[in-house]
């Protein structure tokens, strides 16, 4: 009786009939932007990103039937990732886990531990670390490379501003892709960018649609890499991603509602 207070304490009933509604919207819109812009919506995953808030508001979303959530910090999310694991039955379909935030290197192996793909891949060294506790555990990651488009300096990812045929930002690029294919045990998939915040969503397309033309260009230097992933869109600016070929959405408040 005390334990189940306390959990409540911790954990406030999640309002289901508001989730669901902002669930449904959400993917109403993503439906509708994917078909102005001649797409398929089945070929875009919505990932739901429950960064700061409780086990409760997973389980809640997972009941509604969604699989892809996504974290931004290894400490946070390993209890819910646990607590997720518990709390399903072994025949219902796991939560497909996405790390979507800078990892620090002594992270590295819980995240190959507790993830199914990595988003925010940003340096060759942490590649390394990744191969090699993917390697230990034997798994395969899947990964995306997180580019810097913008050129914010307070944003993670490898600096692609300038990405021009002969600058020496593409040289480094290439220099990187080239370490990160030779290692074992983890695969690059595409590409992750997080916009600015800008006033208008319509400002961040520049942005997306430069992360497109990199992925277009890397895919022709490295034809035997797989690059069909664009990470990018968030609650403001999933629609103009989505116009812009975005195969992955990181939606957080939309779904949820406003973090504290
Ligand atoms: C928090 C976060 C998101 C989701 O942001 P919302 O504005 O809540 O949709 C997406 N990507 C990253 C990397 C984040 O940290």
Redesign the pocket.
């Known amino acids: 009786m005390i334990n189940t207070a306390a959990k409540n304490v911790t954990a406030p009933l999640v309002n289901v009939h508001a989730l669901a509604r902002s669930y449904a919207r959400v993917r109403d819109r993503m439906v509708a932007a994917a078909h102005r812009a001649g797409r398929t919506p089945e070929d875009i995953t919505l990932v739901a ?1 429950s ?1 700061a808030l409780p086990l409760a508001n997973v389980q809640a979303l997972y009941r509604l039937g969604h699989r892809h959530f996504g974290e ?1 910090r290894a400490e946070e999310s390993h209890d819910k990732i646990r607590g997720a694991r518990e709390t399903f039955a072994p025949d219902e379909d796991p939560i497909v886990w996405h790390m ?2 800078h990892i620090q290197s002594r992270k590295a192996k819980s995240v190959v531990s507790g993830f199914d793909h990595i988003h925010s891949l940003d340096s060759v060294r942490l590649a390394r670390r990744l191969s090699r506790f993917a390697t230990e555990q034997d798994k395969n990651v899947p990964l995306l490379l997180e580019c810097n488009v913008s050129g914010d300096a307070r944003k993670h990812g490898f600096a692609a501003t300038r990405c021009g045929a002969n600058t020496e930002q593409w040289a480094a690029l290439n220099e990187a892709v080239a370490r990160i294919t030779e290692l074992p045990h983890i695969e690059i998939r595409g590409l992750m960018t ?1 916009a600015p915040i800008v006033p208008k969503p319509e400002v961040a397309r520049e942005y997306f649609s430069a992360l497109r033309d990199l992925r277009d260009r890397l895919t022709t230097r490295f034809p035997s890499t797989r690059w069909e992933q664009l990470s990018m869109g ?3 600016d999933f629609e103009v991603a989505i116009e812009e070929g975005a195969t992955m959405l ?5 779904i949820f509602g406003e973090r504290r």
């Open positions: 990103i960064k931004n979507i935030g997080m968030m609650t403001d990181r939606v957080g408040r939309a």
